[in-house]
């Protein structure tokens, strides 16, 4: 074979190699894309039906959740109401002004007037925290036997807060009631000086300032109970 026959017989060769080779990178980005994580974009609230009362609307709700299978979430978790605005909040009061929504209805919360005159133990979680779902029957029961001595509000953290519907889903698997906030613009956590921990629990007195933040996991109502009394100065 001439030299000429010997460099197109190379040509083919690197051609054909070239051909494989865009063919491969192809299939390669292919499957990247197809695996590549997306985030749920958010949409705007979900519309309430007339008459009968649905679930009002929630900021943040997913697209993939309908309406009125949030509305049955919520119907089902049956959670305590929110705290209702009563005094208004004092000087001390570090949640005066800020405010939330209330996963039970989707009402607002004005937090600083709703708290105030009466000490509080505020659990704030996440729906995918694993010892959150350990610990939230523990407030449940605390909040039980604290009963008029103490409130207790949780409130479902920013990480976590565009799916209320799934923070509805743990207190429902967990059998949780207890009055909850969603802190989807993380003012509570701001204003309350809560590291990005969770869960957090942060005690607060009845002038509404804050008397403890506790970046840990309670693991028994009594050792909550302990320190409340300690840090508040409570006999419950």
């Known amino acids: 074979m001439n030299r000429w026959g010997s460099a197109a017989k190379q040509r083919r060769t690197v051609s054909a190699s070239t ?15 197809a695996i590549w994580p997306r985030e749920s974009a958010p949409v705007g609230p979900a519309p309430s039906s007339g008459a009968g009362g649905s679930a009002a609307p929630f900021p943040g709700e997913q697209a993939d959740v309908p309406a009125q299978d949030f509305a049955a979430a919520r119907q089902k978790a049956a959670l305590a109401p929110c705290p209702a605005a009563g005094a208004a909040p004092g000087p001390n009061s570090a949640l005066a002004g800020v405010k939330a929504v209330c996963l039970a209805d989707g009402s607002t919360v004005d937090l600083g007037s709703a708290t105030a005159g009466r000490p509080w133990v505020i659990n704030i979680w996440a729906y995918w925290c694993g010892p959150c779902r350990q610990e939230l ?3 449940a029961d605390f909040a039980r036997i604290a009963a008029g001595r103490v409130e207790v509000l949780t409130v479902q953290g920013k990480e976590g807060a565009q799916n209320p ?11 949780v009631r207890l009055p909850t906030v969603v802190d989807s613009d993380a003012a509570i956590a701001a204003a309350l000086g809560v590291p990005r921990v969770y869960p957090t629990t942060v005690l607060v007195g009845a002038d509404g300032s804050v008397a403890a933040v ?3 996991v309670f693991t028994s109502t009594e050792e909550l109970i302990e320190v409340v009394n300690s840090r508040l100065g409570l006999d419950v």
């Open 19 to 33: 051909r494989w080779s865009v063919a491969a990178l192809v299939v390669v980005m292919a499957l990247i894309v």
């Open 137 to 139: 029957p523990i407030f």
């Open 165 to 175: 519907f799934l923070s509805l889903n743990l207190l429902i698997e967990t059998g």
């Open 214 to 216: 506790l970046p840990q």
